[in-house]
């Protein structure tokens, strides 16, 4: 048994505190979004320059001036500003948002990662994803455990080019969870999807990692 | 009082472009991007550009336009994953990229602005992108030396300008066109709306007119939207 | 969401406060300075401090109050020269300064707030300003290496907040504020006026609320003028 | 004869050109403000966030927001924007501004500009000058010839704490007027008072100059 991709997403979202600014990746890790925790109040950041996004418009409010760092169209709140791209990665860079939700490729046991670069595919660039894990204050991995040849994602060494090094805190797979209470210390694994037992991740993880069920 | 508004992108431009100069652009993705300068661009035939710009537009429509003419021989972006045009060029060596790391970027041309020739950040360290620059240990974290950019030509789009060059953005088509302006010798903009003197709340403008030498009416406002994305019914 | 209102300035201040501390403040000259929390930091009796500011107050304003009372041990200012109290201190050797240039010290907050822990500046290559920082040369030209600033607790000054802790300053009294609320590592806003959610318009807000943590209401708002400077009749 | 205040400020005025964006030091120099020719728009920066100044305000206009980089109450004008003093600095430093206007209490025949502490006196503080002399693109100084004790105060070097090294364009002095072309140049002597001859200007001047009458 595996977790879906809602059930990664809700698991993220428990880690949010109220009053937290966090900043919510491209892809899975948008759905976090849908979980956030009730009582639990967050305001979501976008790169490219806004502070508290809102929903997807209805199709009559679409606004092609409101569009969030996916380029999706967005709407706007009460608590909402804007920014320049400059002052936006002030926030980020600075150590002002709490918490990153990031989609990766490869993690490394110490921490490090690869999300920008396909072997073999033509380079796009890695946006904001650098500046995002060298400056958010924790950093959060939503991945599949294993890639589409069975391969480790969270191995000894990223194989990958670096977006960015020892910057990883918590990492949720479909089949576990690892955490590290300090960016010094190695991982734990802290949960295991429903039927896995830490022997089974072990089977299927290349990194070093300690156990805390 | 020195004359800002031309009549037309073309006007604007005229006695600015020299093929080989560096152009910086505004915008991020198709959103708040100058259509209109870009257009008078492709128009001038200006060739050998280095552009400066977040993104690389997609193979239709915004910078995507002036790599169909094969007029950009350099992008300087953070993310180009959007343009087949790019891709090909870039793989048969036409076209040259330097990434730099969207916040990277974005500080980069701020500081080339004000005059900043160089700074630190952590973006970066330990990867491809801090490779060949300088390292230094600041209490006891690695930053990497990223460089200011000044650009010969900056090209903006606003939302509202004045006579004095005074300019305000709309929500998130703000992005990086307020550092844009700055990193200009002369800077350019296209304005969805011309106001006259005193209209702008001395409070609430974003882009001062010393930064604008130029502006004129933009003719092109089609503002694509790249991801259409929408909810059913209200929440 | 959390609250971030609070009832008075000693309560917004409450558990931040500790003896040798740094503390940033905003305001240039008597302009935009935070009177009501600097008026609580003297009631609480906190010593040691060590305080970025423009400017150092006048005798009897500002952060003034606070060298009387001796709580200050070392001002980062750029400009110190109306206060007799200040003077007398420092020629005593009861007070540290570290001069900044006005420029720069806007800047070395600006970039603590955003991450940067070193810039490049031409200011103040060849003077004393420059002794002891490491010079680099770009393109032919010397700069200095200039250092970010984080506090410990940045005070500032709005016009406007909202519960969000969204500020909006008003005409020069903005000065130094928006720098200073990045560069805390709590920031606390005293505003002249609270509204409502929504009331700020989203384009025009200056100092998002990811910046502030605590906002109250400003109950000192005397504003003294330093060159009441008139001009008889109309132009 | 020596030239006074009012034809100093009136001489450093003819070099404002149409369009130019200017920042005035405080003292003598603000008297420029008063001579600009007809025909010539120049919008004035103040370095504390102020771009486009007005005059000072009548009595009922006193606005206690609103003041210039002496702490004097000032207006605003159909053209004024207020930003952040990191904001104002970076149009100073990345030269944004044409040209300052600014006092001196020595300048070398180096270009070298001394400005910032009176010796013997408590140390106020440089303020925006190294700023705006490091930044501004063209640097006029308004100064006496001599000082109080008769000593010149355009110099081999200067005695007194540097503002700026090799940042000075153009001199004008109660006396004499000197200027060079780029900062690789010498000063040359260009103008000189009523009744004042070139031998007189040497007479109370240390630094090398060349003669352009």
């Known amino acids: 048994m595996s977790w879906t991709r809602d059930e990664m997403a809700a698991r993220a979202a428990r880690e949010l505190e109220d009053g937290f600014y966090v900043n919510l990746g491209i892809g899975i890790p948008t759905l976090v979004g849908n979980h956030i925790p009730p009582g639990v109040d967050v305001t979501l950041q976008s790169e490219n320059g806004i502070l508290g996004l809102g929903p997807f418009p209805t199709d009559a409010e679409v606004d092609a001036d409101i569009i969030n760092a996916g380029k999706q169209t967005i709407t706007e709140l009460d608590r909402t500003s804007y920014v320049s791209s400059a002052d936006s990665f002030g926030m980020i860079r600075g150590g002002h948002i709490q918490l990153s939700v990031l989609g990766a490729m490869e993690v490394a046991e110490n921490g490090d990662l690869a999300n920008w670069m396909v072997p073999g595919k033509m380079i796009k660039g890695p946006g904001g994803a650098m500046d995002l894990v060298a400056g958010v204050r924790r950093i959060i991995v939503l991945m599949d455990h294993v890639d589409k040849n069975g391969v480790a994602k969270f191995r000894k060494n990223c194989t990958l080019p670096l977006t960015g090094t020892n910057v990883v805190d918590m990492i949720i797979t479909n089949l576990a969870i690892f955490q590290r209470p300090t960016r010094q210390s190695p991982f734990r694994l802290v949960d295991v999807a429903p039927g896995m037992t830490a022997q089974d991740i072990r089977d299927r993880t290349e990194a070093y990692f300690e156990e805390a069920l | 009082m020195a004359q800002k508004i031309y009549p037309d992108a073309a006007a604007a431009l005229d006695g600015l472009l020299r ?20 257009e008078a661009l492709v128009a001038s035939g200006v060739k050998g550009l280095t552009v400066v710009s977040n993104n690389a537009g997609v193979d239709d429509f915004g910078l995507g336009k002036l790599l169909r003419t094969h ?3 350099k992008m300087i972006s953070s993310y180009v994953g959007e343009n087949k045009e790019f891709e090909r060029q870039f793989l048969s060596g036409e076209l040259e990229i330097e990434f730099s790391p969207q916040g990277t970027l974005a500080e980069r041309m701020r500081a080339g602005g004000a005059g900043i020739p160089g700074f630190y950040t952590r973006t970066g360290y330990g990867t491809q992108i801090a490779e060949g620059k300088e390292i230094k240990m600041f209490d006891g974290e690695n930053y990497v030396l990223e460089r200011g950019i000044v650009a010969d030509l900056s090209i903006v789009k606003a939302w509202k300008g004045d006579p004095y060059g005074n300019l305000v953005f709309r929500k998130s088509a703000r992005n990086f066109n307020p550092m844009v302006a700055t990193c200009g010798r002369v800077t350019v903009a296209e304005v969805e709306e011309l106001v006259g003197p005193g209209e702008l709340e001395p ?5 001062p007119g010393v930064f604008v030498q130029r502006l004129m009416l933009a003719t092109r406002n089609e503002k694509r939207i790249e991801q259409r994305t929408i909810r059913q019914e209200a929440i």
């Open chain 2, 71 to 73: 007029q950009i021989r």
């Open chain 2, 19 to 38: 093929d080989d100069m560096v152009i910086a652009a505004g915008g991020f993705g198709l959103c708040g991007i100058p259509e209109t300068l870009i």
């Open chain 2, 203 to 207: 409070d609430q403008i974003h882009t």
